[in-house]
Each structure stands twice: as C-alpha cells, then as structure tokens.
C-alpha cells in the first residue's frame, strides 16, 4: 500500500479517536462545563467533510464493489480490522447514545435558570440544573460522535482503497 493511503487514513483515525475519547469523557458528570464551545464539534465536523469527501473519491477511482471491500477488508492486519471495526462501533454508538431523554437544545437564562427543549410537550421548558449539566452532555456527545464516525469512516475507507490499489498492481505484476 503506498505511503499516501496510510497518511490519509491517519489524518482520519487519529482524530475521529480523539472525538471518540472526548465522547466517551462527556459521561463523566462534572467534567463537561456547561461553558463548553460548541464550536468545537462544528470544526470538527468541518474538516472532517473534505477528508471523507477524498476518502469516497479514492474509493470511486478504484472502482470497487461491495464484494472487493468486503475482501479488502480481510486482507488487512487482525489488528487494524479490530481496531477500525471498533472504532466505527464507538463512533456510531456515541452518535446514537446523544440524546438524554427527550430534552435536548440546553441554555442558561439568568442566574439558576435553565431551559431545555422538551420534544415530549414540544416546547421550551424549565429544568433543574442537574438536567441541564446531563442534556450539555449529551449534545456534545452526539455532536462528537457525529464528526468522530465522519473521520473513522474516511480513514477506513483510505485504508480500503490502498488495499484496493494494492491488490490490483499485483494483478498486474
């Protein structure tokens, strides 16, 4: 496989590992403050675009089906399997684990005074601060989780598409 897949496949997996673990801190009550920027998961979102939009070219110009992804995937290290299989499960599954119940868009108004979105009765409503800390959480987790399976699946797809390549330069040979 040559050196620009692995590059590209770490520009992705390196930071979708990240986003995972910073997922997986937001369970930690307390950790989170609820002065977190939540620029942070839109720039992560945003940089993650353009390396999943190259990673899918990648797969496009190598012309693979389902089947030849399925093999390629195979043909990589048990390791690198585990661990790209893994870290698409705990990206998707931060992803999916966001939402605390049925509150969600959290915001402070005024001292002791937190709102939540209540998608049960459709409206804005009043919530202690305890909730308020647990739907900050959530939100930010599944912002995370959605930037984090973005950056796995761009990596995972390089790497496919450089076992790809690879595999059709020894059918030639």
Same mark, same amino acid.
């Given at each position: 496989?040559?050196?620009?897949?692995? $590059?590209?496949?770490?520009?992705?997996?390196?930071?979708?590992?990240?986003? $995972?673990?910073?997922?997986?801190?937001?369970? $930690?009550?307390?950790?989170?403050?609820?002065?977190?920027?939540?620029?942070?998961?839109?720039?992560?979102?945003? +940089?993650?675009?353009?390396?999943?939009?190259?990673?899918?070219?990648?797969?496009?110009? &190598?012309?693979?089906?389902?089947?030849?992804?399925?093999?390629?995937?195979?043909?990589?290290?048990?390791?690198?399997?585990?661990?790209?299989?893994?870290? +698409?499960? =705990?990206?998707?599954?931060?992803?999916?684990?966001?939402?605390?119940?049925?509150?969600?868009?959290?915001?402070?108004?005024?001292?002791?005074?937190? +709102? &939540?979105? #209540?998608?049960?009765?459709?409206?804005?409503? !009043?919530?202690?601060?305890?909730?308020? +800390?647990?739907?900050?959480? &959530? #939100?930010?987790?599944? &912002?995370?989780?959605?930037?984090?399976?973005?950056?796995?699946?761009? %990596?995972? =797809?390089?790497?496919?598409? %450089? !076992?790809?390549?690879?595999?059709?330069?020894?059918?030639?040979?």
């Amino acid at each position: 496989m040559k050196r620009s897949y692995l $590059i590209h496949a770490g520009f992705g997996l390196v930071p979708g590992g990240a986003l $995972i673990l910073l997922a997986a801190l937001t369970w $930690i009550p307390g950790l989170v403050p609820p002065q977190w920027n939540p620029g942070v998961p839109l720039v992560a979102l945003l +940089l993650a675009l353009p390396l999943f939009v190259t990673a899918m070219a990648r797969l496009l110009l &190598a012309r693979v089906s389902k089947a030849t992804l399925w093999d390629a995937f195979r043909c990589l290290p048990g390791r690198a399997q585990l661990g790209l299989g893994g870290g +698409l499960v =705990a990206a998707v599954a931060s992803t999916f684990a966001g939402p605390y119940g049925h509150f969600q868009a959290p915001e402070e108004r005024g001292a002791g005074r937190y +709102l &939540a979105w #209540d998608g049960a009765v459709r409206e804005t409503v !009043e919530v202690s601060h305890e909730v308020y +800390l647990a739907v900050v959480g &959530a #939100d930010l987790r599944m &912002a995370l989780g959605m930037g984090a399976t973005l950056f796995v699946v761009a %990596g995972a =797809a390089a790497l496919l598409a %450089g !076992e790809v390549r690879r595999a059709d330069r020894a059918q030639e040979s």
